[in-house]
C-alpha cells in the first residue's frame, strides 16, 4: 500500500477528535488511510456508570479502548491501524502517561507517572519504530499535533516530537525492507482562534440546546475567557480546512465509539459555526467544528508544489 494519509496520535479517540473530517473525507475518496496510534489510553478517565469499573485496571480499560478504537475507525472508513510499540525493535509497551487538567482545554503531567509512560520513552527509539511505519507506507501526507499538542496533554507532545524526528529518519535511512522515504506534506491539527469563538458563541445557542435537551444541565460552557489551547492560532496561520458537513454523520458515529471518554455526542442544525457536539470527562461542551483546520509542519510543502491533490472537501486557504 502506497501513497495516501498517515495519522500519528497518542490515544483511542484522538484521532476521531482532532482529525476525523479528514481521516473520513480521505478514506471516502478511495485512498489509502493509516492510524498510528501510539498508546492504548490505560490512564483515561472513564465517563458513565457502566464503565466506571475499567478506571484504574489498566489492562481492561486497555483492552475495551482497543475495541472502541476498532469500532471508530470502522466508521470513519479507516482500515490501516497498528500501535506505535508493534513496529519498535526491541520489546516494549508504551502506556497513556496520564494528565491533569489545569483548566478549560488545558492539561499537563500527572502527579504519578507509569514507569513505562509514553511521554518519556526513548525517542529515538520510538521515532524509529514510526519511520519503519513511514518506509512501509510511503504516505504523501502525514498529520499529527502541533507542537504544543493540541491542549498540553503530554502524550501529545511527545508524539509531535517522535513524528517530527521519525520524519527525518524515513527520508535518511533505508532499512532492510524498504527504502527511505520522504513525506512531501506535514499537517498539525490546528483551529483558527475566531472560529474557535464562533463555536464558542454557538456552543450557547438555541440549535445546541435544541440537540441536547435536559442533558444540557450536566455540562458547562467554555469560559471565553480562559487561555486558549495551543492548537489555537492566529487565523491566518490556516493553510488547510476540510469541510465536516458531508462526513459529518461518519464523524460523529466514531465519537460515540468512544464511549467511555466522550459523552453527549449530538447533531446540530442551523448553524454555521458547528455541525455537533460533545463532552469530554471535564464536562465541558465542545464543538464538531463546521470545519476542521491543519497548518503546515516545519519544513512540508504546500501540497501544490508536492504535486499532492487534495479529495474533494479538502481546501487550501488562499
Same mark, same amino acid.
Given at each position: 500500500?502506497? !501513497?495516501?494519509?498517515? =495519522?500519528?496520535? =497518542?490515544?483511542?479517540?484522538?484521532e476521531s477528535l482532532a482529525t476525523g473530517a479528514l481521516l473520513a473525507t480521505w478514506a471516502a475518496s478511495g485512498r489509502p488511510v493509516t492510524v498510528v496510534t501510539a498508546t492504548? !489510553? /490505560? +490512564? !483515561? /478517565?472513564?465517563? !458513565? =456508570? +457502566?464503565?466506571?469499573h475499567l478506571e484504574g485496571d489498566g489492562g481492561a480499560l486497555a483492552e475495551h479502548r482497543e475495541g472502541e478504537l476498532a469500532a471508530a475507525l470502522r466508521a470513519l472508513g479507516v482500515h490501516d491501524h497498528g500501535f506505535l510499540d508493534e513496529a519498535v525493535a526491541v520489546d516494549a509497551r508504551y502506556e497513556d502517561s496520564g494528565m491533569a487538567w489545569l483548566g478549560t482545554g488545558r492539561a499537563g503531567a500527572a502527579d504519578d507517572v507509569p514507569p513505562d509512560a509514553f511521554a518519556f520513552a526513548p525517542l529515538e527509539a520510538a521515532a524509529d519504530a514510526l519511520a519503519r511505519v513511514l518506509r512501509s507506507r510511503r504516505p504523501q501526507v502525514v498529520v499529527t499535533y502541533e507542537p504544543g499538542g493540541g491542549y498540553g496533554h503530554p502524550d501529545h507532545v511527545r508524539a509531535h516530537e517522535v513524528t517530527s524526528l521519525a520524519l527525518e529518519l524515513a527520508a535518511r535511512e533505508d532499512d532492510v525492507h524498504s527504502p527511505a522515504h520522504t513525506v512531501p506534506v506535514v499537517l498539525w491539527s490546528v483551529v483558527g482562534r475566531s472560529a474557535l469563538r464562533r463555536a464558542h458563541v454557538a456552543l450557547g445557542g438555541d440549535a445546541v440546546l435544541a440537540a441536547l435537551g435536559r442533558s444540557i444541565a450536566d455540562l458547562t460552557l467554555p469560559d471565553p475567557a480562559a487561555e486558549p489551547p495551543t492548537m489555537a492560532v492566529l487565523d491566518d496561520e490556516v493553510d488547510v480546512l476540510v469541510e465536516v458537513g458531508p462526513v459529518r454523520d461518519r464523524v460523529l458515529a466514531a465519537l460515540r465509539a468512544h464511549a467511555t471518554q466522550v459523552q453527549a455526542v449530538r447533531a446540530v442544525e442551523g448553524e454555521d459555526a458547528l455541525v455537533g457536539c460533545y463532552a469530554l470527562s471535564n464536562d465541558v461542551l465542545a464543538a464538531v467544528p463546521a470545519a476542521e483546520a491543519y497548518r503546515y509542519g516545519l519544513g512540508s510543502l504546500r501540497a501544490e508544489d508536492a504535486g499532492v491533490a487534495w479529495p474533494a472537501g479538502v481546501h487550501p486557504v488562499a
Open positions: 500500500m502506497t !501513497g495516501g494519509l498517515l =495519522a500519528v496520535h =497518542a490515544h483511542p479517540d484522538d492504548r !489510553g /490505560e +490512564r !483515561g /478517565e472513564v465517563i !458513565g =456508570a +457502566r464503565w466506571k
